[in-house]
């Protein structure tokens, strides 16, 4: 079996077994817009907003837009330091005040990029502060991130690709663990400047107080660039979230 055939029926199995995990009622909307703009070989900087809701484009709850600046080292190694503001409101309705929980979050990030033939894998390592209406916390998260592209060897204008990521959330007190995501679905790279991914995600949370809960989203992430040629690498489209 070739490996884009693997990577397709595995795909599409995880996404057929998301529904039958214990959940929250209803699937949800994680809406993601990002660009980044490339200055050199090294410097670069992005911008991203998101906005979620518990229902289809209903119940909208939470939304954060953030930005930073990376810097990329002459092997598949990048840096980004960035800084966000993230909103939470209570479940039902649109943005249902008073929100329930205002954090300001400052975070470090490096990630090592490798292809095992057209398989693209993706290691994101990140450190958060976190200045939240509770207190101040600390949070460790790592991503693996792999993505097929099919009919080209790279992901390059008109191209469709399939990009499946697990991401795990860690914290300095116990718990300790603290959320889970797991990402299937589909993308295309129309041209230089514009990628669409969609997909479905399912988020795993635990409460510092032992409370489990897992909701299914569908995720749409718009992904720009400016002049990403500049990098001189392979294009590896994700979003920053």
């Known amino acids: ?5 693997a990577f397709y029926i595995f795909l599409l199995t995880f996404v057929l077994s998301l529904p039958a995990a214990g959940q929250t009622t209803g699937l949800g909307t994680w809406n993601v817009a990002s660009t980044r703009i490339t200055f050199d070989k090294s410097w670069n900087a992005f911008f991203e907003a998101q906005l979620r809701s518990q229902k289809i484009y209903n119940d909208f ?3 954060e ?7 990329n080292f002459k092997s598949n190694i990048s840096v980004v330091v960035a800084l966000g503001r993230y909103m939470t409101y209570p479940p039902f309705g649109d943005f249902t005040k008073p929100a329930t929980n205002e954090e300001t979050r400052l975070w470090q990030q490096l990630t090592l990029n490798n292809n095992i033939g057209r398989l693209k894998l993706e290691h994101r390592y990140r450190i958060e502060q976190r ?14 991130n792999a993505i097929v592209p099919f009919g080209h060897n790279t992901i390059e204008s008109r191209t469709l690709y399939a990009s499946l ?7 300095n007190e116990g718990p300790y663990f603290e959320q889970n995501r797991i990402f299937g ?15 479905l995600i399912n988020r795993f949370d635990h409460s510092a107080t032992n409370v489990q809960t897992r909701k ?16 001189g ?7 920053v979230d």
């Open 65 to 71: 837009y953030k930005g930073g600046l990376g810097y």
């Open 185 to 199: 679905g589909l993308g295309y790279q129309f041209n230089a400047h514009v990628n669409i991914l969609m997909g």
């Open 165 to 171: 990521f697990n991401e795990i959330f860690l914290t």
């Open 61 to 63: 709850n939470y939304y």
């Open 1 to 5: 079996m070739k490996l884009d055939q």
């Open 131 to 144: 200045f939240t209406s509770f207190g101040y916390r600390n949070r460790f998260r790592y991503r693996l």
């Open 216 to 231: 299914n989203f569908f995720q749409t992430s718009l992904i720009f660039t400016i002049a990403e040629s500049k990098s």
């Open 233 to 239: 690498r392979e294009r590896h489209p994700s979003s």
